[in-house]
């Protein structure tokens, strides 16, 4: 076996460092996610996934299905409808306070989430410049007064940000920390008026729809706005029918659906979402030390399927900020292109669900423990990811851009290459399959040697344009291994495998290709 080594000096990006415009631009053109119904002008902050999109997000689900259903004895799942009795939301609470505080703008007719709502101004005794933005990090509100300072010709002093303001008692409600501008003095985040955004008043973020042909309220039914209750309305349908014991868990993967006011940062909150949420069942009591548990045990599944320690970290909720089922908050963040964000969520939900649905159905929902011979409601902890967030936050933990030599051609000469380094679980394509010539007799060979590999992964044949132009296609969507098939290989059987990240090259017998293969990708 012959063996080439390439060198690469490689600038690693720092976790969050990475441009989004970057990862959505590439997003788009590889086919990984497109605006939806892009063709009619697209609709607000929904995304359709392409071919690599929908891999990669597929290979997210079945490595969480894996690590929580496959892999314990203790966690089985299920998959329930999206539409629920309109009841299930009023005992489960999402119908009395499930809201977000909105603000609208009298001028341009913008609504803003008021929570969201960020302003920043120029402190000292000359001119307050003034700027607002929702949903957007410190950095940017920063740059907009200070833009607005520089254009009016003054100089730029010390910026505060905070939140806006209304009056102390519902901001106390709301933010539960001081805060900088009065709403009255805050310019409209869209259309720069001041004085236009009305007071908040609180906005259900449940979608409605009507089942049946009648319009009317009695039809009304919800798109669920977490996957979580088909859960506890089925606890005793699955604890009956797996003879489960405390501690045990059901796990469900599926759409979810908010009205958010405020959309944005590419799919990171959209209205139409998936979520991965797993509701783990145990005796009251146990539930601090299940949930100090979930957080070490999430936190590490991310960082097996290669996200940078770096790149997370675990933010305990204030009181102020708690759904209201919940007894306690974990939040796993992730250092998205803009800031730092919420990724994933762990929550001691006590036993507020189950309660709740067994006071509303008249069903009680409770365990037989057979070694103390009592029923009791047993206590939840939940960790609930977002498919979505996932997604953008393997492609951009993994996007770097780096200098290699042209064409992994060993010249002296480099170029940038943009790599996805994802792990080999997450790769949308495991393996491609590169021709040198697309005349036979090689490509005959070449697409036998795909076939070959198709029984075990995800392969993409790929002979257009040339071979340095074809790694760096493979390189950009992340694909770990590539096999090339030369004239030489007609005559002794053998190829020529690459690795993304080293761009090391060796060559070996075509029989041996699976297992190495295999060997390589760990899969
Ligand atoms: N059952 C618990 C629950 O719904 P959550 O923190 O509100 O908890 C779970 O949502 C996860 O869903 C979040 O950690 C986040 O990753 C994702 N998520 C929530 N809202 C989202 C949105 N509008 N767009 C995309 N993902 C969202």
Same mark, same amino acid.
């Given at each position: 076996m012959a063996t080439k080594s390439r060198s690469t000096s490689s600038e690693?990006?720092?976790?969050?460092?990475?441009d989004m415009d970057k990862i959505t631009s590439l997003a788009k053109r590889r086919g990984f996610v497109f605006q939806s119904s892009e063709i009619y002008g697209g609709l607000a902050s929904t995304w359709d996934y392409g071919p690599l999109g929908v891999l990669m997000k597929n290979n997210i689900k079945a490595a969480w299905w894996r690590a929580m259903?496959?892999?314990?004895?203790?966690i089985v799942g299920m998959d329930a409808a999206?539409?629920?009795?309109p009841d299930v939301w009023k005992a489960s609470g999402h119908l009395e306070v499930f809201h977000d505080p909105l603000v609208e703008c009298l001028n341009c007719q913008h609504r803003f989430r008021f929570d969201h709502l960020l302003v920043g101004q120029v402190v000292g005794?000359?001119?307050?410049f003034v700027a607002a933005i929702a949903g957007g990090s410190e950095d940017e509100v920063r740059k907009l007064v200070q833009a607005k300072a520089k254009k009016a010709g003054s100089n730029i002093g010390n910026v505060e940000i905070g939140p806006a303001r209304v009056d102390e008692s519902l901001d106390a409600h709301i933010h539960g920390h001081g805060s900088i501008g009065p709403l009255s003095a805050v310019p409209c985040p869209?259309?720069?008026?001041?004085? %236009?955004l009305t007071k908040p008043r609180m906005f259900n973020l449940m979608f409605k729809t009507f089942m049946g042909p009648v319009e009317d309220s009695a039809a009304t039914v919800y798109l669920r706005p977490e996957t979580a209750q088909g859960i506890f309305v089925n606890f005793e349908n699955v604890q009956t029918t797996t003879?489960?014991?405390?501690p045990f868990g059901v796990a469900q993967i599926g759409k979810s659906f908010r009205n958010e006011i405020t959309t944005g940062n590419f799919v990171f909150r959209s209205r139409e979402f998936e979520v991965m949420e797993m509701e783990f069942f145990v005796k009251p009591g146990a539930d601090d030390e299940w949930y100090r548990h979930w957080v070490q045990a999430r936190l590490d599944w991310w960082t097996g399927l290669?996200?940078?320690?770096?790149?997370l970290r675990v933010r305990e909720h204030g009181k102020d900020e708690m759904?209201?089922? %919940?007894k306690g908050t974990s939040d796993i963040e992730f250092k998205y292109a803009w800031d730092w964000g919420e990724l994933e969520g762990i929550a001691n939900r006590g036993n507020y669900d189950l309660t709740q649905h067994g006071e509303h159905s008249g069903k009680a929902l409770k365990y037989f423990d057979d070694e103390i011979q009592e029923s009791f409601v047993p206590y939840v902890v939940e960790p609930a990811a977002g498919v979505d967030r996932g997604f953008l936050a393997f492609l951009t933990d993994a996007y770097r851009e780096e200098m290699a030599p042209t064409g992994d051609s060993g010249q002296a000469k480099e170029e940038l290459r943009v790599v996805l380094r994802l792990h080999p679980a997450i790769a949308p394509i495991k393996v491609a399959v590169l021709p040198l010539?697309?005349?036979e007799p090689l490509a005959e060979r070449a697409k036998e040697v795909a076939a070959t590999l198709r029984k075990h992964w995800m392969v993409q044949y790929d002979d257009a344009q040339s071979i340095g132009r074809r790694y760096r296609r493979q390189d950009e969507i992340g694909t770990p291994l590539a096999v090339t098939i030369d004239f030489q290989s007609l005559e002794d059987q053998q190829v020529t495998i690459r690795d993304r990240d080293s761009m090391q090259q060796v060559r070996l017998p075509i029989e041996d290709l699976v297992p190495a293969v295999r060997d390589r990708l760990g899969l």
């Amino acid at each position: 076996m012959a063996t080439k080594s390439r060198s690469t000096s490689s600038e690693q990006a720092q976790p969050g460092t990475v441009d989004m415009d970057k990862i959505t631009s590439l997003a788009k053109r590889r086919g990984f996610v497109f605006q939806s119904s892009e063709i009619y002008g697209g609709l607000a902050s929904t995304w359709d996934y392409g071919p690599l999109g929908v891999l990669m997000k597929n290979n997210i689900k079945a490595a969480w299905w894996r690590a929580m259903v496959q892999d314990r004895d203790d966690i089985v799942g299920m998959d329930a409808a999206i539409l629920m009795h309109p009841d299930v939301w009023k005992a489960s609470g999402h119908l009395e306070v499930f809201h977000d505080p909105l603000v609208e703008c009298l001028n341009c007719q913008h609504r803003f989430r008021f929570d969201h709502l960020l302003v920043g101004q120029v402190v000292g005794d000359g001119p307050k410049f003034v700027a607002a933005i929702a949903g957007g990090s410190e950095d940017e509100v920063r740059k907009l007064v200070q833009a607005k300072a520089k254009k009016a010709g003054s100089n730029i002093g010390n910026v505060e940000i905070g939140p806006a303001r209304v009056d102390e008692s519902l901001d106390a409600h709301i933010h539960g920390h001081g805060s900088i501008g009065p709403l009255s003095a805050v310019p409209c985040p869209a259309c720069d008026t001041v004085g %236009s955004l009305t007071k908040p008043r609180m906005f259900n973020l449940m979608f409605k729809t009507f089942m049946g042909p009648v319009e009317d309220s009695a039809a009304t039914v919800y798109l669920r706005p977490e996957t979580a209750q088909g859960i506890f309305v089925n606890f005793e349908n699955v604890q009956t029918t797996t003879r489960k014991k405390l501690p045990f868990g059901v796990a469900q993967i599926g759409k979810s659906f908010r009205n958010e006011i405020t959309t944005g940062n590419f799919v990171f909150r959209s209205r139409e979402f998936e979520v991965m949420e797993m509701e783990f069942f145990v005796k009251p009591g146990a539930d601090d030390e299940w949930y100090r548990h979930w957080v070490q045990a999430r936190l590490d599944w991310w960082t097996g399927l290669g996200i940078r320690p770096e790149s997370l970290r675990v933010r305990e909720h204030g009181k102020d900020e708690m759904s209201h089922y %919940s007894k306690g908050t974990s939040d796993i963040e992730f250092k998205y292109a803009w800031d730092w964000g919420e990724l994933e969520g762990i929550a001691n939900r006590g036993n507020y669900d189950l309660t709740q649905h067994g006071e509303h159905s008249g069903k009680a929902l409770k365990y037989f423990d057979d070694e103390i011979q009592e029923s009791f409601v047993p206590y939840v902890v939940e960790p609930a990811a977002g498919v979505d967030r996932g997604f953008l936050a393997f492609l951009t933990d993994a996007y770097r851009e780096e200098m290699a030599p042209t064409g992994d051609s060993g010249q002296a000469k480099e170029e940038l290459r943009v790599v996805l380094r994802l792990h080999p679980a997450i790769a949308p394509i495991k393996v491609a399959v590169l021709p040198l010539s697309k005349k036979e007799p090689l490509a005959e060979r070449a697409k036998e040697v795909a076939a070959t590999l198709r029984k075990h992964w995800m392969v993409q044949y790929d002979d257009a344009q040339s071979i340095g132009r074809r790694y760096r296609r493979q390189d950009e969507i992340g694909t770990p291994l590539a096999v090339t098939i030369d004239f030489q290989s007609l005559e002794d059987q053998q190829v020529t495998i690459r690795d993304r990240d080293s761009m090391q090259q060796v060559r070996l017998p075509i029989e041996d290709l699976v297992p190495a293969v295999r060997d390589r990708l760990g899969l």
